[in-house]
């Protein structure tokens, strides 16, 4: 297994230690293929998006050797007020949870976890998106 894909699973394993996500977690490649994944999908849930691997500026041997893997965060809640529940109070709830699962934990590649952004990001059907933007060092070996 690759590192980035140790990553990548590492950080859908945190995802679904948040309660409402435990079994309702999909790795997906785009955000487009989360809206197949929402078909019959029971709400709270997310997805994981893998970003990519950029290179670090910051690498101390300027070999590029030094690059940070990204992958989104997607939560997705019901965009409708059952029973008067606020759901920008759900949304914030489960965007709290979620970076408590993440925040400070250290990766497959023996980085930390960093928060690199967290903001709405539109609606799918009957359901609104948060995207949560999450990043760690890794060593290109091959």
């Known amino acids: 297994m690759t590192t980035a894909v140790a990553c990548w699973e590492d950080l859908m394993t945190r995802v679904m230690r948040v309660t409402e996500f435990a079994e309702k977690t999909v790795s997906v490649l785009s955000e ?29 041997s300027r070999q590029g050797m030094a690059a ?22 759900e949304a914030a709830r489960l965007l709290d949870e979620t970076r408590k699962q993440i925040r400070l934990q250290t990766s497959p590649s023996f980085h930390k976890w960093r928060f690199v952004s967290e903001r709405p990001a539109g609606t799918i059907g009957n359901a609104v998106v948060y995207r949560q933007q999450w990043a760690t060092a890794i060593i290109l070996t091959s």
């Open 68 to 89: 940070d893997l990204t992958c989104t965060v997607l939560v997705i809640i019901a965009n409708d007020a059952i029973g008067g529940l606020d759901q920008k109070n």
């Open 32 to 60: 487009q293929d989360l809206i197949a994944a929402l078909k019959g999908a029971k709400f709270p849930m997310a997805g994981v998006v893998y970003g990519g691997i950029a290179a670090n500026s910051l690498d101390p």
